[in-house]
């Protein structure tokens, strides 16, 4: 599962509470068509349950340092919530080709795929 992570993104997943610790792999068909409705509803349930285990961890016990760290990702989870309804979830934002299923379970926030977020942690390095 890491492999299909950078670096900094298994960094920023090691800060957070993992999203989707019991969840089981998708069920993927063969020939089944990308991010149909299924697997939008797939990941929906993934990233509701996430920022439900996180909104908790934020107002009941979170603590200060973390709770930043916590309120952005619920943020970031809403927007790609919104992704969802618009049907732009799943394909990468610089390239448009569809994310690895492997890589969005592993880090269901991906909004690059592994080649383009690659790239731009290449260059974030090199600023
Ligand atoms: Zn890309």
Partial sequence: MPGFLTKQEQ????KTLQPNLRVAPYPLEPG???MNASQRQYFKNILLNWKHVIQNKLYLDAEPD???NYN??????NKILLNILTREYGFCANCECGIDLHRLEAWPIADLCLTCQKQQERKQKHN
């Fill in 72 to 77: 952005q990702l619920v943020m970031r989870i």
């Fill in 11 to 14: 960094l920023a997943r090691a």
């Fill in 32 to 34: 089944e068509a990308y």
């Fill in 66 to 68: 973390l709770a930043n």
